[in-house]
């Protein structure tokens, strides 16, 4: 099969780039580069310059599995492509990982939100945005995947592996990041981020890991994978920094939760009882977050309410208004007295007769001077 020229080999898109060794093989972004080279391209490029200097650029023939499925370009596991921002969004990711690994802290979560205050201002249109966001998560979800699939090459060595397996994680992680940015930051739909699954996923064991990326992806690439890791313990990291467990990690259906929080989790209850003085400060600032989403999200509704009352009660001349009050359950929690509460709702009705009666006002004013 032969490379047309100025498109690219993975999705068939107009391409700008291409492999700087063989110089036969075109590419649409780095992404896709990246995914070709780990797929088949690897193995493939010395053959592909060596047959241009003898004049016959040629891809070699597809390997049996993929004659197999009929594919004819590397599966992108879900990537998506084609958005007018994406050279914005490697860029992004670039810098990104960049800053992480640049951050003075150790610590992985730390660094990861130092990551993202350092590239926040640059990048502002991409943390602002839920759609971009999951854009770069995508991006993330398909190198986690592909590098567990290069793992099952009979040739690779340990280093190899490990680094593999490491990207992986750090992949993972990044794009769980994204989606709790998105609910937390962005969507509002969430009241703080869940760090501890984001520690967790970069240290995790295959099973987590696939299982994560299999969740996420269209694509069966790692459904054989799934079967083989099944058996697999899971593992969970426990919240208590003294805890003397390797890494602190055992298995995940032993450990106990914090049930307050539920955010902390812990190998045992003496280490639970132990963390508690460090746990107790932050444990509570979670609680106050829950709590005061809790009431932004009651408060929103009721809002909701409020105005629908006030356009029925401006397209209804017959609405009664002691009918009609909206569910508002929570000014029960934000006013001290069953008084205040009631004067909130006649001032509230009230503003919302006023608002009916002058829209009434202006539709007979201007049904008149039609007639006129």
Not at 263 to 277: I, L, T, V
Request: a neutral charge; charged letters at 30%.
């Amino acid at each position: 099969m032969i490379i047309e020229e100025n498109k690219c080999g993975v999705c068939g898109e107009a391409a700008s780039k291409r492999c700087h060794n063989c110089k036969q093989v075109w590419y649409c972004c780095r992404d896709h580069q990246v995914l070709d080279w780990k797929s088949q391209h690897k193995k493939q490029c010395k053959e592909m310059a060596k047959s241009a200097k003898e004049g016959a650029a040629t891809i070699p023939k597809q390997r049996p599995e993929q004659q197999q499925r009929g594919k004819k370009t590397p599966c992108i596991h879900g990537h998506i492509i084609g958005s007018a921002d994406m050279a914005m969004i490697e860029e992004f990711l670039e810098e990104f990982t960049a800053q992480y690994n640049a951050a003075p802290s150790g610590k992985m979560m730390e660094s990861i939100f130092i990551a993202q205050r350092a590239t926040n201002d640059k990048y502002a249109a991409v943390w602002q945005s839920s759609k971009m966001l999951k854009y770069a998560a995508s991006h993330e979800i398909a190198m986690g995947t592909q590098d567990i699939l290069d793992l099952e090459g009979g040739d690779r060595d340990e280093d190899y592996e490990r680094k593999a397996l490491q990207h992986s994680r750090g992949a993972a992680a990044f794009a769980y990041f994204f989606e709790q940015y998105i609910a937390v930051e962005v969507n509002h739909t969430q009241s703080s981020y869940n760090s501890m699954k984001m520690s967790e996923l970069f240290r995790a064991d295959m099973h987590t890991l696939v299982q994560f990326l299999r969740k996420r992806i269209p694509c069966s690439c790692l459904k054989q994978k799934r079967k083989e890791v099944k058996s697999v313990v899971k593992m969970g990291r426990c919240c208590h920094r003294e805890c003397g467990l390797p890494n602190r990690m055992t298995a995940k259906n032993t450990m106990v939760y914090c049930t307050k929080c539920k955010q902390a989790n812990y190998c045992s209850r003496q280490c639970q009882e132990a963390d508690w003085k460090m746990h107790k400060h932050l444990c509570e600032g979670i609680q106050t977050q829950q709590a005061e989403f809790a009431l932004k999200q009651k408060a929103a509704a009721s809002v909701k309410d409020l105005i629908a009352f006030g356009k029925a009660m401006c397209s209804d001349e017959d609405s009664n208004p002691s009918e009609m009050v909206p569910q508002t359950s929570f000014l029960d929690e934000v006013c001290d007295s069953t008084e205040e509460r009631n004067e909130f709702l006649d001032e509230m009705i009230g503003s919302l007769l006023r608002m009916a009666n002058e829209s009434k006002e202006g539709s007979e004013s201007e049904s008149s001077n039609k007639q006129s």
